[in-house]
């Protein structure tokens, strides 16, 4: 065995892979911080087109929701809104 500051060929590769690994976190957490820089200018810069992109997914999954209840649901509420609709009416004197 020798002795001082040699390293091991297995110690030399595990030491290259940790260098690899925090050189790749590093490169990562760079891109990272670019993106969100980039984004937020971004947003900044054009409020109305991320307003109406919101609005719009809003109205997709809206719409989606809608979409995967069950049939009995939508006539449930149906039933629910005319009822409500005819109280009120009534109350009114839209009769």
């Known amino acids: 065995m020798e002795t001082g500051d040699s ?3 297995s110690e030399a590769l595990e030491q290259g892979r940790e260098g ?3 050189h ?3 490169a990562a957490k760079q ?3 670019k993106a969100l820089r980039d984004g937020q200018g971004w947003l900044r810069d054009n409020p109305r087109v991320s307003a ?3 609005c719009g997914l809003g109205v997709a999954m809206g719409w989606a929701l809608g979409w995967a209840t069950g049939k009995e649901d939508r006539e449930n509420r ?3 809104a005319r009822r ?3 109280r009120w ?3 009114l004197k839209f009769e």
Request: proline share 0%; aromatic share 12%; with cysteine.
């Open 24 to 26: 790749a976190w590093a």
């Open 20 to 22: 690899a690994a925090a």
């Open 52 to 54: 109406a992109g919101l």
């Open 84 to 86: 409500f609709l005819t």
């Open 78 to 80: 149906y039933g629910c």
């Open 7 to 9: 390293v091991s060929g």
């Open 31 to 33: 891109k990272a911080v």
């Open 89 to 91: 009416g009534q109350r």
